[in-house]
């Protein structure tokens, strides 16, 4: 069942290139701390009046951002609020946390979703497989929901960045996401 949350609308401001590298990103523990508010929060009919202020952490989406404007990916979520959002109400969502720029660079397949029983990687590898157009990739997770990418062929290839649970995106990640985004 998806939801649809009644939020801005967004005007597209950039079209895709083909060279534009590819960000896989997970939400939970990578920009939303779940702390005070996670993704449930956007799906009640009252939202607390500060939700869309604090939904994501600061530190975590300037790093976000920064990666945002110096590579000018493409974004493919992978997380499991996928299950319940839509790419509009996603859209929205990040309208009004005043994260336009992530709106705006959504991949037009912008979902690499789980099949029941699966796990990340192969909802990952399945986007690759239909998708992948030879883009130079990193896939943001964390160490509860990315466990199998650990280990796995995107990490030992240089592309995965696995986010502490509860502290998210940090200024170290940069020079790895960099490397993964760069060749």
């Known amino acids: ?52 202020e604090k939904l994501f952490a600061q530190d975590a989406t300037e790093v976000l951002l920064g990666v945002l404007r110096e590579h000018r990916p493409r974004i493919v979520l992978t997380t499991s609020w996928i299950r319940l959002l839509e790419r509009s109400s996603f859209e929205r969502i990040f309208l009004a946390c005043g994260l336009g720029a992530l709106a705006e660079a959504l991949h037009d397949e912008c979902e690499a979703a789980q099949n029941s029983g699966e796990s990340r990687l192969r909802a990952i590898d399945r986007w690759l497989t239909q998708h992948h157009r030879g883009e130079r990739y990193v896939v943001l997770d964390d160490y509860l929901s990315g466990t199998e990418l650990e280990g796995s062929h995107i990490d030992k290839a240089g592309r995965l960045v696995l986010c502490d649970v509860g502290v998210g995106l940090q200024p170290s990640h940069v020079d790895r996401i960099r490397r993964a985004l760069r060749g």
Do not use: K
Not at 4 to 11: A, G, H, K, Q, Y
Not at 12 to 19: E, F, G, H, K, V
């Open 1 to 52: 069942m998806s939801v649809t949350v009644p939020l801005p609308t967004l005007e597209p401001s950039r079209l895709a290139t083909p060279s534009q590298p590819l960000v896989f990103l997970d939400l939970d523990d990578v920009i939303c701390m779940n702390n005070p508010y996670g993704g449930y929060d956007v799906l009640v009919q009252s939202h607390p009046v500060d939700l869309w």
